[in-house]
Structures are given as C-alpha cells and as structure tokens.
C-alpha cells in the first residue's frame, strides 16, 4: 500500500476547487452514492457501469484521481482476482478518506499527478469526470501521459460532461454553475477528447453521449505495435 507524502497543489486545486478537495468535511458528506444518485437523477450509477462494461477482470487499471460515491468499490468488484486496480491522487487527504472507506478492497492506493508522469504501463486507464476541471496545459499533458501509459491493445476510459442537446432544459442551469464553479469545463462542450489528446494518433476512439448529452464516454482503443 502506497503512503501519501506532502506534495505542493497545483494552483487550479487551491484557487478554484479547495472547497471540495481540500475540505473533509464537505468531501465525506457528498462521498455518498445514495445523494450522488439523487443529485444526478440515477446517473452516477450508470456512468460507474458504463466504466465497468469496458473492463476485462483480469486487466492491470489505473484510475486518475478518486471519485465520490461507490465507483472505485464498484469497479474494483469487476476484477478478479488476476486483475489489480491502482488509483492515483494528488491530493493525499483525499487518497486517506478512500482509502479508510475501501480498506476490505486490495486496491493500490498512489498519491502523485499524473499530469507529470505515469510510470508503469496498464490494460486500462479510467478517467472518470475530470477533464472537466484541469486547465488546458496541465489536461493536454495528462491526456498524453494516459496514452503513453497504455499497452498496445490497452484502452483508455474517459467519462466527462459534455454540450447539452438543444431540448435538455438542464443545459441552462449547467451553463451557470459552469460560470461559477467550473471554468474550464465548456472545452468539452466545443472540442472532442480525441481533439484534446496531443498523442491521439496512437489510437482508435469511440464515443457516446449519455442523458440528453450531458455526459460522454470516450474510449481511446491503443493500436497493437
């Protein structure tokens, strides 16, 4: 098991979303799969089987950053045990919150940032709605390490927000909490991943829209050598 170690935060963390990430207390509150559901209308059950439909048992995961609710638990429970299931934070607080509320799971539990370096190779990389909240350096650094990280024929597992359909009302209320909350997300609503990617060469993509829109799950295939 991985120890977590002090590391300095990238400004995007500290100046636009310390209230979530560097707040425990409000973490474990929302860290609820029961509210999560309610709050996304069932959603984020979905998008965790959405992830977990992609996965063979037996593959090598790495997760880029931990997740609230139960989708790290759910998709640990889809591997068996040839598979192994790595998660990688930055923020170390974060990586002892999961790791306390996971402690029964053999999941590898990594504090560093991926957007730097990912040093080993997987079957799969998951990164599950966090595109949306990274500056456009540090998301094009860390889509291009995800690709690199990926062994031939491995897959890379994006889901993320994004552009509405015209008819979904919820577009307008997203666009707000967008201008308040969220500054860098609507990227996703006016470029495709695979646009994002600077490596995206090196893969074959498929995508789906998911609730009107809102969501998309992007899957980068890796061409075999």
């Known amino acids: 098991m991985a120890k977590t170690s002090k590391t300095k935060l990238p400004p995007y963390l500290t100046d636009i979303y310390s209230w979530l990430y560097l707040n425990p207390k409000l973490y474990k509150f929302l860290d609820n799969s029961t509210l999560l559901n309610i709050l996304t209308l069932g959603y984020h059950h979905l998008l965790t089987e959405e992830i977990n439909k992609e996965l063979s ?3 090598k995961v790495l997760q880029i950053g931990v997740t609230l609710g139960n989708q790290i638990e759910q998709t640990y429970n889809s591997l068996n045990a040839l598979g192994s299931y790595t998660v990688m934070d930055i923020v170390p607080q974060l990586l002892d919150i999961k790791r306390e509320k996971n402690m029964q799971q053999h999941i590898s539990w990594q504090q560093g940032d991926a957007a730097k370096a990912i040093n080993d190779t997987y079957d799969t990389i998951i990164c599950y709605m ?18 690199n990280a990926l062994k031939p024929e491995g897959k890379a597992i994006f889901i993320d927000y994004h552009l509405p359909s015209s008819y979904n009302p919820l577009k307008y209320i997203i666009r707000a909490v967008n201008r ?17 990617t600077p490596n995206a060469e090196l893969c074959t993509w498929s995508k789906q829209t998911l609730f009107g829109d809102i969501y998309q799950k992007v899957v980068a295939s890796k061409t075999a050598k």
């Open 57 to 59: 048992p037996h593959a």
């Open 130 to 147: 966090l595109l949306h909240e990274l500056p456009p350096i540090t998301r094009a650094k860390l889509l291009e390490n995800i690709i």
């Open 180 to 196: 308040l909350y969220q500054p860098f997300a609507e990227v996703l609503w006016k470029q495709s991943i695979r646009d994002l």
